[in-house]
């Protein structure tokens, strides 16, 4: 019986489940940042763009239960996309001598920590919608829960960048030491990159991005292309097939 008509071995087989698992909650956890930021940036536009304290109102109490549920949200699915990578990361290392996943994962740590900056940015900003409702009593107290928050965040901020650095240097000291692994012919590799997915995800990027630039007032854009830059980017996410 010729290689290439034998079947795979176990270890492939499960390899091959690790590595879909982990996309498939990679996928999960990007949908989650992308529809929180670009819902949250949205409910905030809208706010400011009312034209009375009673129309900014429900905005205001919309942008804060979207900022409440957005951060459980995001550390959850975060939390299950880095399991499910460790979990395969592990067992490349025990199946081929070497982690074939997790080259880009410092890049990808950094994008997502400024993500959750953005999102923190945007919930530091829901006290000023309640001032403009003119519910001074709840925008202050509020405010001072954002403050306490600040300092957690900042904290946690530079625990992260410490924790990545030396994150960085054991992967650069452990690609030094090891010559790198001839590989295993069994080795699925990581699956099928789909260039629909690819350009589907950029243009929901680009539709976070434009929002937030609405955002910081670097443009004006009409409330109707608000919307359709929402649409584009909840659609974007939610239809990606990887």
């Known amino acids: 019986m010729l290689l290439t008509e034998m079947a795979p071995p176990p270890g492939a087989q499960e390899m091959a489940g690790l590595r879909a698992r982990a996309r498939a909650a990679r996928r999960g956890a990007l949908v989650a940042l992308t529809a929180s930021i670009a819902l949250l940036t949205t409910a905030q536009l809208l706010a400011d763009r009312a034209a009375t304290r009673e129309q900014t109102l429900p905005l205001a109490v919309l942008s804060l239960a ?42 990808t ?51 992260f960048l410490l924790w990545w650095a030396r994150d960085v240097v054991g992967m650069l000291a452990r690609a030094l030491r090891s010559g790198g692994s001839p590989g295993d ?22 539709a976070v991005a434009a929002l937030l630039g609405a955002r910081a007032h670097l443009w004006e854009p009409a409330t109707g292309v608000i919307y359709a830059l929402l649409t584009a980017a909840l659609v974007c996410g939610v239809v990606t097939d990887e």
């Open 66 to 107: 979207l900022f409440v549920a957005a951060l459980p949200a995001m550390a959850i699915t975060q939390y299950a996309w880095g399991a499910r990578a460790r979990r395969v990361r592990h067992r490349e290392r025990e199946l081929y001598a070497t982690a074939r996943s997790g080259r880009a994962r410092p890049l």
């Open 109 to 159: 740590r950094l994008a997502v920590a400024g993500c959750w900056a953005v999102t923190l940015l945007l919930g530091w900003t829901v006290p000023h919608l309640f001032r403009a409702a003119a519910r001074y009593s709840l925008a202050d107290g509020l405010s001072w829960a954002a403050e306490a928050m600040s300092v957690i965040s900042v904290s946690a901020g530079v625990l």
């Open 185 to 206: 012919p069994w080795d699925p590799g990581a699956g099928p990159r789909h260039k629909e997915g690819a350009a589907l995800w950029t243009g929901a990027a680009v």
